[in-house]
């Protein structure tokens, strides 16, 4: 498990954003850990993409209010490129 520290980058979005619904290759894109939406769909397809620490399984997933946990979601590329998004509202 990943413990959040000043380690991690952290970018803070509402929840009313996720009251929608964002496509977890958006989210990806969104907070940098990749730099295009065919990035992240390779990423995902090769099962290096991770939502709190379980591996994302579909490119057409739809990360809503049911993935924060605490107040926020941890998303990570690979082994070692994490970024926390912390859900305020």
């Given at each position: 498990s990943v413990r959040v520290t000043d380690a991690?980058?952290?970018?803070?979005?509402?929840?009313?954003?996720?009251?929608?619904?964002?496509?977890?290759?958006?989210?990806?894109?969104?907070?940098?850990?990749?730099?295009?939406?065919?990035?992240?769909?390779?990423?995902?397809?090769?099962?290096g993409a991770y939502l709190n620490?379980?591996?994302v399984s579909s490119?057409?997933?739809?990360?809503?209010?049911?993935?924060?946990h605490d107040g926020m979601v941890l998303l990570r590329a690979g082994k070692k490129r994490h970024h926390c998004i912390t859900v305020n509202g």
């Open positions: 991690v980058p952290t970018i803070t979005i509402s929840s009313s954003e996720l009251q929608d619904g964002i496509p977890v290759a958006e989210l990806f894109l969104r907070v940098g850990l990749v730099r295009s939406r065919s990035e992240a769909r390779r990423l995902i397809e090769q099962g620490g379980e591996r490119v057409d997933q739809v990360i809503g209010l049911d993935a924060v």
